[in-house]
């Protein structure tokens, strides 16, 4: 049984100007100790499919509904509260983008990770204590007495990134969601980050859901990609497949606009044209076909679904199935 | 990308001669940043002086606070009497004593219904948002234009005049504001990332605001709070003005002042001596809680 299960996620906010559906039939599963990059654009829906895993959206105005969500065998679209709550932090954990705020700046590191234990295991005083420590130690901070008993303000962009992966890993979760984990920081941190990242949650068997729009750090990390945009996933690889042979439109387009280092120098960037839909009114059909060069007359209608297209290549695209 | 283990090297040195950080809690810490601030530790025990010759004078003191030194009669300082003594021949320093027993008592009381009912309120309604911040809110609105006199002299009619009644008028309005101030601090916290993250971290919600929230709000909470002591004082005062708080011959420094305003003209030590002791209390709480304040955030901490 994977360790997690995700068929048909919608999620839909209420607004005065009418339903947005921020994420529109999700589908996918995650094996323990695998790394999946969720990959797309600002609004492609990437961040609110991770909130609504975790049960953090607040309802209203969000509405998720869905098919079966099965995290280690338990439903998370119908668990209860209190249910939920004993998931989160303990078998699953996130991880932030900005450890500048991500971190109380009235309480101690310490104080931080050790409220964790408390919550979920009971443990306090000095055995929550030495287990904090060996956590901070296990991150890569020298000197974890005294890491333990500072504020965050006294810590610097990537060693709260470290603090921050200190505490989502300190009861060994089995999923890890990090939301563009890196992106606040140096590019030197963000290889030592995202190794740290992979190695501590290999050591737990954990899967890591990786979300990102940076695809360098995609090619580095995970092992499957989903692309998503609009609200849906509109192909989903291994990471080699997906980088050597995209089938979607918007993929290789994505992976056109890359600047590389063997380019010619002076020579524009390719882009994709045109933007994002309106996610208030997505047009009918396939919601990239405006910015799509390859669109046949079938894409204006029809919406085309998430199709086995190569062997573990899945791709909504009409055109790819034909090709 | 993949970094060998190696590159995972410790990153956090030790600062060369920077002594053990040893507190625990963000209580600890704070007093040793408050010992540290020269203004704080002053206006502290200058506030302590207060509250002992308050509380311990008058059991020393020869003279009652309710019965005039008749051969003296009202006379300046002296002596045998070191405040002078008021109108009717009695002796000023107990009765300034015995005044201040009484408003500093009220001063503290509303002030702990203020921040005990108003922090929670403002917290809950901040944090939980929607229907709940509506209905507490316009609760807090509704008592808001109840006009303080009118409802101090309603509860007077009802009860009778008592020192608790007065309590509880002033107890009433004063946490109004603070629940005000606490809910806009926490409502600009409440979507902060490391809400969320506590969220993700399993926390409860009476944990997230009890544990998180509060003391990100302490700042203004506590500012606040120093100034509601001197504003419940000039309010009794001006209860008892009215004849609605203590009656004669009891007496708080408010009424004090007001009998030496009455007088001042050919008693003026008897206006000079409380109303040095209101003074000197209302500076050092604000001196004090400035100190607090700064002592209460961590980020003041190497300042």
């Known amino acids: 049984m994977p360790l997690l299960e995700i068929h048909d996620l919608h999620v839909t906010f209420r607004t005065p100007e009418g339903p947005v559906h921020a994420v529109d039939g999700v589908d996918f599963t995650l094996e323990r100790g695998r790394t999946l990059a969720l990959v797309g654009e600002s609004g492609s829906g990437k961040s609110v499919s991770s909130l609504a895993l975790m049960g953090l959206l607040p309802s209203p105005p969000a509405i998720v509904r869905g098919g079966p969500c099965l995290f280690e065998g338990i439903s998370l679209l119908e668990a209860p509260e209190a249910e939920r709550r004993r998931l989160r932090g303990n078998r699953m954990a996130m991880i932030f983008q900005d450890p500048m705020t991500a971190l109380n700046p009235f309480l101690t590191i310490g104080r931080q990770l050790t409220e964790v234990l408390e919550v979920h295991r009971g443990v306090e005083g000095r055995p929550a204590r030495a287990r904090a420590e060996q956590m901070l130690h296990d991150v890569g901070l020298a000197d974890p007495s005294r890491a333990f008993d500072q504020y965050p303000h006294e810590f610097s962009g990537g060693m709260r990134q470290r603090v921050m992966i200190a505490m989502a890993l300190l009861l060994e979760p089995s999923l890890v969601i990090a939301d563009e984990p890196t992106t606040g920081l140096d590019v030197t941190v963000q290889a030592q980050i995202l190794a740290l990242l992979k190695e501590r949650a290999q050591k737990n068997e954990a899967a890591v859901l990786l979300i990102t729009h940076d695809l360098g750090v995609v090619a580095g990390t995970a092992d499957e990609v989903a692309v998503m945009y609009a609200g849906r996933i509109v192909e989903h690889a291994d990471v080699d497949t997906l980088f050597r042979a995209p089938r979607h439109p918007y993929t290789r387009g994505l992976l056109q606009s890359l600047p590389r280092l063997d380019s010619t120098p002076k020579v524009e960037l390719s882009v994709i044209p045109g933007h994002p839909p309106d996610p208030v009114r997505l047009p009918a059909g396939c919601p990239f076909r405006p910015r799509c060069r390859v669109a046949v007359e079938r894409c204006a209608h029809e919406r085309p679904a998430l199709q086995e297209v190569a062997p573990g290549q899945r791709t909504a695209c009409f055109v790819a199935e034909g090709a | 990308m993949n970094a060998p283990a190696e590159q995972l090297a410790p990153v956090l040195e030790p600062a060369p001669g920077e002594p053990e950080a040893a507190g625990q809690s963000l209580w600890q810490d704070a007093w040793r940043r408050l010992r540290k601030n020269r203004a704080a530790v002053a206006a502290g025990l200058t506030l302590l002086a207060i509250i002992l010759f308050c509380v311990v004078g008058p059991w020393l003191s020869p003279w009652r606070f309710d019965v005039p030194d008749l051969e003296y009669g009202p006379q300046g300082p002296s002596l045998r009497h070191w405040f002078g003594t008021d109108a009717l ?215």
Do not use: K
């Not at chain 2, 009765?95 to 009381?109: E, H, Q, T, V």
């Open chain 2, 89 to 303: 021949g009695r002796d000023l320093m107990v009765r300034c004593m015995m005044g201040g027993r009484l408003s500093l008592l009220i001063g503290l009381a509303a002030t702990v219904v203020s921040l005990s009912i108003g922090v929670t309120v403002g917290a809950v309604s901040g944090y939980f948002g929607g229907r709940v911040d509506a209905l507490l809110m316009r609760l807090v609105d509704v008592l808001y234009t109840m006009p303080f006199i009118f409802f101090a002299i309603l509860l007077l009619a009802i009860f009778g005049r008592s020192l608790v009644v007065v309590f509880v008028a002033l107890g009433a309005v004063t946490w109004l504001t603070m629940a005000r101030i606490v809910r806009g601090q926490v409502l600009s916290l409440r979507n902060a990332e490391f809400v969320q993250a506590a969220r993700t971290m399993g926390v409860s919600h009476l944990g997230i605001i009890f544990r998180h929230l509060i003391p990100n709000t302490l700042g203004p909470t506590i500012v606040y709070a120093t100034l509601t002591v001197p504003a419940v004082m000039l309010q009794e005062a001006f209860l008892s003005f009215l004849g609605l708080g203590i009656a004669a011959p009891d007496a708080s420094w408010g009424l004090l002042v007001s009998d030496g305003a009455a007088n001042m003209t050919f008693l003026p030590h008897e206006l000079i001596f409380p109303a040095l002791l209101l003074s000197i209390t209302l500076l050092c709480l604000n001196f004090l809680g400035d100190g607090l304040r700064d002592a209460l955030d961590p980020r003041m901490r190497f300042d």
